[in-house]
């Protein structure tokens, strides 16, 4: 199978996206919750990790119900993050570190404060009524169908003033837009063009996959497996198989013509949010005549066991069924909707992850902080904020709060990221005074250091992004193996899952060329064939 050169290679193919949680990274106001000067003001740091984008969850005008997962207007910045001044600084100066920007564009729902559907309230003939999706009561008068909202209770809510229900896959306060009508989709087309007009590199697309629902509105069926809602952590939601709410037919659609806007302009891309298996996700990627998504969000690192032997299978098939799909790979290990990876995967494999993710074929997107090792935080009930996890008081772990606490900058009161004595708007974790960027910063072992160890390794060893992906059998559950090849440049990745040492072999028939260790992740440099310690990653320069 042909490889591009990493030359060749788009920024969004050879680059690691950082994505950051506005409210959470910086803040300059002293209001306890993060902004865009806040932002600005730190891109040296986030050029100094070796990362290529940022991406920005939402900072458009928003009454924060969703925390601006509610958009009230797409083409304006939420006074809490500051003005589209304070935006077209941020992105001059990102473009002048050679960082890209990225977006957050919220196509599916709204806000229901937005003046779209303030209008469509109006009555039943107002021109926005058929910008959102309106139905009569079922016959007995309740709610339409079955269908349910992600984060709880029935994905329909009456207007009392018409008699009809509409519909909105999260909040009541988040009604779905409706995708079927073109003035809808020329007016969400027009937020792209405004944003790239102003400079803007690419777009997260929020659960794209959901844009378009069966016209015949029909009861969804029932789950036996039903388990957690992978988006705030609902099990309810999922005692429905979304076979009328999710991946239609016409979303694949809307989404050949978004990505046609988005070609409009040079250079721009977009990455779609996407749960879904393998078979289901790889099609958004389109075709080279009707390209979707550049990236279709893989959240499969997140979703499967951490287990060596589960993960080299995945990896496989997913790096095979791309490469004959033509689609570029891409990985991720956290979100501000999933909990913090070095919590769920544990301490000791904190760096195995990081080392997998930085060296997998594709592009990596990493979680502000993951990169020192934060970790979640326990946030007691009085401070939760996180609808989707106050829906179920019950179920501490649904909410996602743990994972949205302020970056960690320093060892001084509210760890840097506001005045000591701001109350910040989610607690910081109890552990800033140690875990933070600057007592990481001189430290040459820090988690830090280790993430910088590996971005520099990608730029030195370009097998690490535009090179083949091979797993080799190394005789050991706990140990993953795989090479990196581009032209005469081979690296060995080893991987160990478990908590014994393992000689560094492979199966008969499997050669192990001589070697260099370039990294360790236990903080030295045995020989490349040295058995594989406990929880040991390590990159090795085949020659
Ligand atoms: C997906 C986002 O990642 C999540 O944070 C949000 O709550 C839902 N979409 C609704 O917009
Ligand atoms: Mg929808």
């Given at each position: 199978m042909t490889q591009p050169l990493t030359g060749s290679l788009k920024w969004w193919q050879s680059g690691i996206i950082y994505q950051i949680y506005p409210r959470s990274f910086q803040d300059t106001d002293g209001d306890g919750i993060g902004d865009l000067r806040g932002i600005t003001r730190r891109l040296p740091y986030i050029a100094s990790l070796g990362v290529q984008a940022v991406w920005l969850s939402p900072i458009f005008k928003s009454p924060m119900r969703d925390f601006g997962y509610d958009v009230a207007d797409y083409c304006d910045i939420d006074p809490l993050f500051g003005t589209l001044a304070d935006f077209d600084a941020l992105v001059q100066e990102a473009h002048r570190l050679g960082l890209k920007v990225m977006l957050d564009y919220v196509p599916n729902h709204s806000s229901s404060d937005h003046a779209w559907f303030q209008e469509a309230l109006k009555s039943r003939d107002n021109p926005r009524r058929d910008w959102y999706v309106w139905r009569d009561p079922a016959p007995d008068g309740g709610v339409p169908n079955n269908w349910k909202s992600f984060f709880g209770g029935p994905a329909w809510t009456l207007d009392q003033a018409s008699g009809q229900y509409y519909l909105h896959q999260f909040l009541p306060t988040q009604p779905d837009l409706n995708w079927r009508n073109p003035e809808v989709r020329q007016a969400m087309f027009d937020v792209l063009r405004f944003w790239m007009a102003r400079g803007v590199d690419g777009f997260r697309v929020d659960v794209i996959w959901l844009?378009?629902?069966d016209e015949r509105f029909l009861d969804e069926p029932l789950n036996e497996d039903a388990n957690r809602e992978v988006i705030g952590g609902q099990v309810e939601h999922s005692t429905l198989i979304h076979i009328y709410t999710q991946d239609q037919p016409e979303t694949h659609e809307y989404i050949r013509e978004m990505r046609q806007v988005i070609d409009e302009f040079d250079d721009r891309m977009m990455v779609g949010e996407i749960y879904l298996p393998l078979d289901k996700l790889l099609p958004y990627s389109g075709t080279p005549d009707a390209p979707m998504v550049h990236l279709p969000f893989n959240f499969h690192l997140i979703l499967l066991a951490w287990n060596a032997a589960q993960i080299r299978q995945f990896a496989d098939e997913y790096d095979a069924a791309s490469n004959q799909a033509g689609a570029w790979p891409n990985w991720v290990l956290g979100n501000h909707d999933q909990h913090r990876f070095k919590t769920r995967?544990?301490?000791?494999?904190?760096r195995v992850a990081q080392t997998l993710l930085l060296t997998l074929r594709g592009t990596p997107t990493v979680y502000?902080?993951?990169?020192?090792?934060?970790?979640?935080?326990?946030i007691p009930f009085g401070r939760m904020v996180d609808p989707a996890g106050l829906q179920q008081p019950d179920s501490p772990a649904a909410g996602r709060d743990p994972e949205r606490t302020p970056m960690q900058w320093d060892a001084t009161p509210n760890a840097g990221f506001t005045g000591a004595g701001v109350e910040t708007w989610l607690p910081l974790a109890d552990d800033f005074a140690s875990v933070n960027v600057e007592a990481q910063q001189n430290d040459p072992h820090s988690d830090l250091n280790y993430f910088r160890a590996l971005t520099k390794l990608r730029e030195?060893?370009?097998?690490?992004?535009?090179?083949?992906?091979e797993s080799l059998d190394s005789g050991h559950d706990d140990v993953f193996l795989f090479r990196r090849t581009l032209g005469p440049d081979t690296l060995l990745v080893a991987l160990n899952f478990g908590a014994e040492t393992h000689p560094l072999t492979l199966l008969p028939g499997q050669t192990m060329l001589p070697g260099q260790t370039l990294l360790s992740s236990l903080n030295d440099q045995p020989p490349a064939d040295a058995p594989l310690r406990a929880n040991e990653a390590r990159i090795v320069l085949n020659s």
């Amino acid at each position: 199978m042909t490889q591009p050169l990493t030359g060749s290679l788009k920024w969004w193919q050879s680059g690691i996206i950082y994505q950051i949680y506005p409210r959470s990274f910086q803040d300059t106001d002293g209001d306890g919750i993060g902004d865009l000067r806040g932002i600005t003001r730190r891109l040296p740091y986030i050029a100094s990790l070796g990362v290529q984008a940022v991406w920005l969850s939402p900072i458009f005008k928003s009454p924060m119900r969703d925390f601006g997962y509610d958009v009230a207007d797409y083409c304006d910045i939420d006074p809490l993050f500051g003005t589209l001044a304070d935006f077209d600084a941020l992105v001059q100066e990102a473009h002048r570190l050679g960082l890209k920007v990225m977006l957050d564009y919220v196509p599916n729902h709204s806000s229901s404060d937005h003046a779209w559907f303030q209008e469509a309230l109006k009555s039943r003939d107002n021109p926005r009524r058929d910008w959102y999706v309106w139905r009569d009561p079922a016959p007995d008068g309740g709610v339409p169908n079955n269908w349910k909202s992600f984060f709880g209770g029935p994905a329909w809510t009456l207007d009392q003033a018409s008699g009809q229900y509409y519909l909105h896959q999260f909040l009541p306060t988040q009604p779905d837009l409706n995708w079927r009508n073109p003035e809808v989709r020329q007016a969400m087309f027009d937020v792209l063009r405004f944003w790239m007009a102003r400079g803007v590199d690419g777009f997260r697309v929020d659960v794209i996959w959901l844009l378009a629902e069966d016209e015949r509105f029909l009861d969804e069926p029932l789950n036996e497996d039903a388990n957690r809602e992978v988006i705030g952590g609902q099990v309810e939601h999922s005692t429905l198989i979304h076979i009328y709410t999710q991946d239609q037919p016409e979303t694949h659609e809307y989404i050949r013509e978004m990505r046609q806007v988005i070609d409009e302009f040079d250079d721009r891309m977009m990455v779609g949010e996407i749960y879904l298996p393998l078979d289901k996700l790889l099609p958004y990627s389109g075709t080279p005549d009707a390209p979707m998504v550049h990236l279709p969000f893989n959240f499969h690192l997140i979703l499967l066991a951490w287990n060596a032997a589960q993960i080299r299978q995945f990896a496989d098939e997913y790096d095979a069924a791309s490469n004959q799909a033509g689609a570029w790979p891409n990985w991720v290990l956290g979100n501000h909707d999933q909990h913090r990876f070095k919590t769920r995967v544990g301490a000791a494999q904190y760096r195995v992850a990081q080392t997998l993710l930085l060296t997998l074929r594709g592009t990596p997107t990493v979680y502000y902080g993951d990169e020192i090792g934060m970790q979640n935080v326990p946030i007691p009930f009085g401070r939760m904020v996180d609808p989707a996890g106050l829906q179920q008081p019950d179920s501490p772990a649904a909410g996602r709060d743990p994972e949205r606490t302020p970056m960690q900058w320093d060892a001084t009161p509210n760890a840097g990221f506001t005045g000591a004595g701001v109350e910040t708007w989610l607690p910081l974790a109890d552990d800033f005074a140690s875990v933070n960027v600057e007592a990481q910063q001189n430290d040459p072992h820090s988690d830090l250091n280790y993430f910088r160890a590996l971005t520099k390794l990608r730029e030195t060893h370009p097998a690490l992004i535009g090179g083949t992906y091979e797993s080799l059998d190394s005789g050991h559950d706990d140990v993953f193996l795989f090479r990196r090849t581009l032209g005469p440049d081979t690296l060995l990745v080893a991987l160990n899952f478990g908590a014994e040492t393992h000689p560094l072999t492979l199966l008969p028939g499997q050669t192990m060329l001589p070697g260099q260790t370039l990294l360790s992740s236990l903080n030295d440099q045995p020989p490349a064939d040295a058995p594989l310690r406990a929880n040991e990653a390590r990159i090795v320069l085949n020659s």
